[in-house]
């Protein structure tokens, strides 16, 4: 079965890159030049904003995505914003802050226009369809040409009410939902909204216009966004076009179009069934991918479901691509939707649970838990190194994690003082999990003995207390710590986390 990124590169021809070029609206393909005339240019206006964006078409219409291609199903296009954009693998319920720097040069629109000499005017419909297949369904009209730059924070939402909670946190973190001007402290606002935030989160940039742009680190995006219009555009590149049909030209037949513009309506129109039942099997397939990709991480295999409706999209995805592609060849056929049985399952919602060991130790120091049980399995959180430092007791706990934040990928937390020798590291490696953690407690933790899957092991304090055992349940896993610390580790639990079968919500 081809994946997504397959079905994304079967894309035909090249995209528009000259005034008056032919162009196929539905394939987002150049085509042969028919039309001739005389261009004329005005400067452009430049841009430098952020927008939040909560579907596809509005994330292209803010990437300045042609209207002809964000219109329809763009996610058969070869185009690079397109790609850009399919990378942030987007869900019905997702959304996006988009950060924009935009400097349009110039903007040039076709004027006089007239069919050229040697290209006869189609009369009959056979000549219509020839016409079509070679020279495309209109003519680029309209060239925006400069640089630009894009950063993009994809918030992976599977439900209505976790993207409402998304957009709470984002105004409580000073970021409008109708977007605004930039200013150096939306950096700290995008990063406080990403440590909070319980989705996934996908993260992509994107510059044209320069030759050697030197992308920045993820923590300097807005710099780079700010001082963008500075930089020197040695490598102009076409920002956005549009298209016209030919009917629009003088001498034109006017009515000879009619078939092919009702196809390219079915195939572009943002309201129709083709753009809406292609859009909707995309972002279920992100969202099939996106469970998908936990359940690999944490090896969990108890859900079939998943794979079986995410092949299901990719059928139906084909379906919409091969009628995309027949229109080349077969402009003036009449088209119909296709049966698309992938839809009629509804849309998945990630699933899980946690359970909390009993508490071993005393009651001082103050309480801490390592685990965001919202963020954690969402964002691939996993222990991936313990160590102690202990004497008679356990003075400190230190657990590290990682997870797929783009802001802050590895944490550590530490719980107790600053006394006691260091133990070795136990360090859990890709496919490497706790196996036991076993100890001795009293008033305070005595003892902790932790082992991992590959038989390697860490242990550190004295020989006090009574003996306990932290039993990991049935088809769970150790995520992380809770407990008491002051300047000893006084009291000590486990966390564990279970992935269940996703639900499904029409």
């Not at 397959?6 to 085509?31: C, K, R």
């Not at 996610?75 to 990378?87: H, I, L, P, R």
């Not at 409402?164 to 402290?185: C, N, P, R, V, Y």
């Not at 469970?291 to 108890?302: E, L, M």
């Amino acid at each position: 079965m081809n994946s997504k990124q397959e079905i994304d590169q079967m894309a035909l021809g090249t995209a528009a890159s000259a005034l008056f070029q032919g162009y196929n609206n539905v394939t987002a393909q150049a085509s042969n030049t028919a039309i001739q005339g005389s261009p004329t240019t005005q400067s452009g206006v430049s841009e430098l904003q952020y927008v939040v964006t909560k579907s596809l078409q509005q994330t292209y219409k803010a990437l300045n995505i042609s209207s002809s291609v964000s219109a329809g199903y763009g996610g058969f296009s070869g185009e690079a914003k397109v790609n850009f954009v399919n990378q942030l693998s987007l869900t019905k319920e997702s959304l996006c802050i988009v950060v924009k720097a935009s400097d349009k040069q110039n903007v040039t629109r076709t004027n006089n226009v007239s069919m050229k000499s040697d290209v006869p005017v189609p009369s009959t419909e056979d000549q219509v369809i020839e016409f079509v297949k070679k020279y495309g369904d209109s003519y680029i009209s309209e060239l925006v040409t400069g640089a630009e730059y894009y950063a993009v924070y994809a918030f992976i939402c599977e439900t209505t009410e976790q993207r409402m909670s998304l957009e709470a946190q984002l105004t409580a973190s000073g970021i409008s939902l109708f977007g605004g001007s930039l200013s150096a402290d939306f950096q700290t606002k995008i990063e406080n909204v990403c440590k909070v935030s319980s989705s996934t989160v996908t993260f992509q940039q994107i510059v044209s216009g320069l030759k050697d742009p030197h992308l920045p680190s993820q923590d300097h995006i807005i710099d780079y966004a700010l001082r963008f219009f500075d930089l020197q555009i040695d490598n102009p590149a076409i920002i956005s076009y549009e298209s016209s049909s030919y009917d629009q030209v003088p001498g034109f037949p006017v009515n000879l179009l009619d078939q092919i513009r009702k196809n390219v309506s079915y195939f572009t129109d943002p309201n129709g069934d083709f753009t809406k039942k292609g859009i909707d099997i995309n972002e279920l397939i992100n969202q099939c991918e996106n469970i998908d990709n936990i359940y690999k991480f944490y090896n969990f295999t108890q859900d079939p479901k998943i794979n079986n409706v995410k092949e299901l999209a990719y059928i139906d995805l084909k379906k919409l691509k091969s009628q995309q592609d027949d229109f080349t060849y077969n402009p003036n056929n009449k088209y119909s939707l296709p049966d698309l049985p992938s839809l009629n399952e509804g849309k998945p919602a990630l699933q899980f649970n946690f359970k909390d060991s009993p508490t071993y130790g005393g009651d001082g120091g103050g309480v801490f838990n390592d685990i965001n049980q919202s963020t954690f399995l969402p964002k691939r959180t996993r222990l991936v190194n313990v160590k102690l430092y202990s004497g008679k007791y356990v003075d400190k706990l230190i657990a590290t994690y990682e997870c797929t934040d783009p802001i802050k990928r590895t944490y550590v937390c530490e719980h107790g003082g600053n006394g006691g020798g260091a133990s070795f590291d136990l360090q859990l490696t890709n496919g490497i999990w706790v196996k036991s953690i076993s100890g001795q407690s009293g008033k305070y933790i005595d003892h902790l003995t932790f082992e991992s899957s590959n038989g390697q092991s860490i242990s550190g304090g004295g020989n006090g207390g009574g003996e306990f055992q932290c039993q990991i349940p049935d088809g769970y896993f150790v995520a992380g710590f809770r407990g008491r610390s002051g300047s000893l580790l006084d009291q000590f639990g486990t966390v564990f986390a279970k992935i269940l079968p996703a639900t499904w919500q029409k």
